[in-house]
């Protein structure tokens, strides 16, 4: 909104011409959204409070600690994270930003769905809310629509083709199979990162780890400039999107300043299947999807041991993990909470820093 406003007047008044720069609306909203959230954070914790007497469920068959420690903490956190995150994005994107509203049509839709399963855990007091069957369904419409669109937006190039990280101007053709292909990343990005969401601060810092990675990505891809030097595919538009994961990273230092350990609210469904939604999206946006598998390594490792958990104990009735997802596992180890989730910040950096090399190593 600003830019659009702002913009125009830029020969008239020259520092107005700061925000026809996409570092400086990138910053803007960073900073935005962090000030909002820590401004609204006490009392909304509160309201949630007023409205979640006994806190989110705990699960009863998860570590013992958990009985104690967080027990009483209020969830649906996310909505926090969502508000600040939308609003910083609409004030500091045009609005004629083609990728903006497809992106924010995943991370508001799934984050609804994730509020629905979250007050239903709540009305039924038990850590069972919507059957996976329905938010898969839900998520899958959402995604659906949302790569028809990307689709329509991309070059005709790149419209079903898919970029292979490590290998210049590469592009496997994958025709109508794209479309299911796009649709598995965001679906299973939002519900990895949502696999992620057990310890205080352990999927929000990954998240932000991750989207600044894509927001360097974007920027990138979206100068036709850079994308040629770097020899990766240029999109057109998608540049703007640094400034929407600005306003996210934003929004989830604000969080953290709450969920840091001992947490004083959770993000729940309502915020991890929207954050994760949206970074599957920005990855189908900008062409990098077999990129967000590597930087967002950490989300596929907590998703493998649970797949691996389940298949180990249906076909031989025995379980690999002592417990997964595998922060869990570490957990019952006797591992200290606080050691796992700045360990896991660390993998996540290693595995970022991975992701970019790929952007000049080709």
Known sequence: MLPDLLGPLAPHFQLFNLFNYITFRTGGAMMTALFVALLCGDRFILWLKSHQKAGQPIRQDGPESHLVTKIGTPTMGGLLILGCFVSATLLWVPLSTPYLWPVLLVAVSFGIIGSIDDWIKLKKHSSDGMSSRQKLLLQTAAALITTLIFIQLSPEPLRYGLAVPFFKDTLVYLGVLYIPFAVFVIVGASNAVNLTDGLDGLAIVPVMIVAACFGLIAYLSGNINFANYLQIHHVSGAGDLATLLGALIGAGLGFLWYNAPPAKVFMGDTGSLALGGALGAVAVATRHELVLAIAGGLFVLETVSVVLQV???????????????LHHHFEKK???????????????VILALISLSTLKLR
Do not use: D, Q, Y
């Not at 298949?311 to 997802?325: H, N, Q, V, W, Y």
């Not at 909470?337 to 993998?347: A, L």
């Open 311 to 325: 298949a180990s104990f249906k076909l031989t009735g025995k379980r690999i993990f002592l417990m997964a997802p």
């Open 334 to 348: 006797g591992w200290a909470e606080s050691t796992i989730v700045i360990r896991f910040w660390i993998i996540s």
